[in-house]
T-cell receptor, first 110, second 111 residues
Framework: GQQVQQSPASLVLQEGENAELQCNFS?????MQWFYQRPGGSLVSLFY???GTKHSGRLTSTTVIKERRSSLHISSSQTTDSGTYLC????????????FGGGTRLTVRP | EAAVTQSPRNKVAVTGGKVTLSCNQT?????MYWYRQDTGHGLRLIHY???????EKGDIPDGYKASRPSQENFSLILELATPSQTSVYFC??????????FGPGTRLTVL
């Protein structure tokens, strides 16, 4: 089965609402990173967060190793937050390879 | 500023032709990666490298070769391009148990 799974696959919000994006993994990991991508755009690193909680503006990332999950919380969403959010993991059984989840496509409506 | 750059940014090639995609990083990372991104498949790893002179097969290496002549440069080579290789290609640099940085992408169309 898939080693990295993201949920939900897509999400539609009204501006101002909060969002919680999930990333679940099936094996232990060495590193964990969240990326943002606009359609046709490059991957912008949001967080490097292999464990614990990190904050950046309206974004919060929490990785709980024992529960094999990481979350990305977006507060007070804005239309400019629309795009795809990807989690990427360096799994302990995969050397230096980075494995991506399928992504969450977020649409924020005005 | 440390960065990952790719060239060309856009490329149109003919079936059977040779295509070389280039990547340069100034992050001083040991590891470099080539991914392709297609609708419905997400990001898939083609080749990666642990350092100058090394190349490793990723998850979908067939039809691609890679070359790492120096710490900073990593190339992806399509010896005989096919339409199925039409995609967006991303290069990345990184270190073991550390963060990765991605380049802006190269849009390749094989006619």
């Amino acid at each position: 089965g898939q080693q990295v799974q993201q949920s939900p696959a897509s999400l539609v919000l009204q501006e101002g609402e909060n969002a919680e994006l999930q990333c679940n993994f099936s094996t232990s990991l060495n590193s964990m990173q969240w990326f943002y991508q606009r359609p046709g755009g490059s991957l912008v690193s949001l967080f490097y967060n292999p464990s614990g909680t990190k904050h950046s503006g309206r974004l919060t990332s929490t990785t709980v190793i024992k529960e094999r999950r990481s979350s990305l919380h977006i507060s007070s969403s804005q239309t400019t937050d629309s795009g795809t959010y990807l989690c990427a993991l360096e799994l302990s059984n995969a050397g230096a390879k980075l494995t991506f989840g399928g992504g969450t496509r977020l649409t924020v409506r005005p | 500023e440390a960065a990952v750059t790719q060239s060309p940014r856009n490329k149109v090639a003919v079936t059977g032709g040779k295509v070389t995609l280039s990547c340069n990083q100034t992050n001083n990372h040991n590891n470099m990666y080539w991914y392709r991104q297609d609708t419905g498949h997400g990001l898939r790893l083609i080749h990666y490298s642990y350092g100058a002179g090394s190349t490793e097969k990723g998850d979908i290496p067939d039809g691609y070769k890679a070359s790492r002549p120096s710490q900073e440069n990593f190339s992806l080579i399509l010896e005989l391009a096919t339409p199925s290789q039409t995609s967006v290609y991303f290069c990345a640099s990184g270190a073991y148990k550390d963060w990765r940085a991605f380049g802006p992408g190269t849009r390749l169309t094989v006619l």
